[in-house]
């Protein structure tokens, strides 16, 4: 008498529900559903994460942030399932599913799946990251480009307003703003990279001027300058990264100077009046346009 219900589960426990195909989205089971609302929310979560972070670093507005969080509150809401809508649901399945064998099921695992396009999704993430913060360094040495542009250009403003309106910025500036922004490279004397003796043997070449790639040994050049500094003089500074002349510019005006520095990475503008560089100035030397 008692082997007839075990017999009876047995066979039953071999047939489930299957997947039927052709089925529209509003029919699918809700542990699909769960899954789907699952993905949401870890993605929601991990763009909200970024955005405090972005946040933080000034990189987004508050409005943006907000926003953000407003998207994580309705993921969380799509992930929180109704109790009477899923047994409601479960029972309409069952109802229409035929049975099947056990061993016809699907055997890809829901997890599995799950894990990987959340570790794409990741990866996604990080990506845009890194080409956003890319982004903000272009614009940043753009700005940062301009700004020096329009500084020597408000220098020739002011040495015309001083000395007429026929005057013009020393040859030797002329063509030395030309490399603003280049990449610094030590032993570069070219657009694709320059160091700070690079960068005077690059201007003073274009003049028919021939010069050493040395600080030290451009300081053996021209006249030494005893009283006030005239743009396009070579301003030079010693004990830098070694004993000795060891860095060399070129002369603005306003104790400003156009240098390769290897510090700001770029050729850019400095200051004499710099604590640095008041320590470091060794003095000045003037060349001729034309010497050779």
């Avoid at 040495?159 to 570069?188: D, I, Q, S």
């Avoid at 690059?202 to 300058?225: C, D, M, N, W, Y």
């Avoid at 002369?251 to 520095?261: P, R, T």
Wanted: charged share 20%; glycine share 8%.
């Amino acid at each position: 008498m008692t082997s007839r219900p075990i017999l009876l589960l047995s066979i039953a426990a071999v047939f489930v529900a299957p997947t039927s195909p052709g089925r529209t989205e509003a029919q699918l089971e809700p542990a699909t559903l769960s899954v789907s609302a699952k993905i949401a929310l870890d993605k929601a979560l991990e763009e909200y994460a970024l955005d405090e972070r972005l946040f933080a670093e000034g990189a987004i507005s508050r409005g943006e942030l907000e926003a953000s969080a407003k998207r994580l509150e309705a993921a969380r809401r799509e992930s929180t399932p109704t109790p009477d809508a899923d047994l409601q649901s479960s029972k309409s399945v069952a109802a229409r599913a035929p049975l099947q064998p056990l061993a016809l099921m699907p055997t890809t695992s829901t997890s599995e799946s799950h894990e990987q396009l959340r570790q794409w999704q990741v990866q996604l993430l990080e990506s845009e990251n890194q080409l956003r913060k890319l982004g903000e360094q272009v614009v940043s040495a753009e700005d940062n480009l301009q700004n020096l542009a329009n500084r020597l250009h408000e220098m020739e403003t002011e040495l015309r307003r001083a000395h007429g309106a026929k005057a013009k910025l020393h040859p030797f500036l002329e063509t030395a703003r030309e490399f603003l922004g280049v990449p610094y490279l030590w032993g570069g004397a070219s657009f694709s990279g320059m160091d700070c003796s690079g960068l005077i043997l690059a201007t003073l070449r274009r003049h028919g001027i021939v010069a050493p790639h040395s600080a030290a040994e451009l300081f053996k050049l021209g006249q030494q300058v005893d009283g006030a500094l005239q743009p396009g003089d070579l301003v030079f500074f010693t004990n830098t990264y070694k004993p000795g002349i060891s860095h060399v510019g070129l002369y603005v005006g306003g104790n400003e100077f156009l240098h390769a520095s290897s510090g700001r990475g770029r050729v850019t503008i400095g200051n004499l009046d710099d604590p640095y560089y008041v320590q470091k100035y060794a003095g000045a030397r003037r060349i001729a346009t034309g010497t050779t």
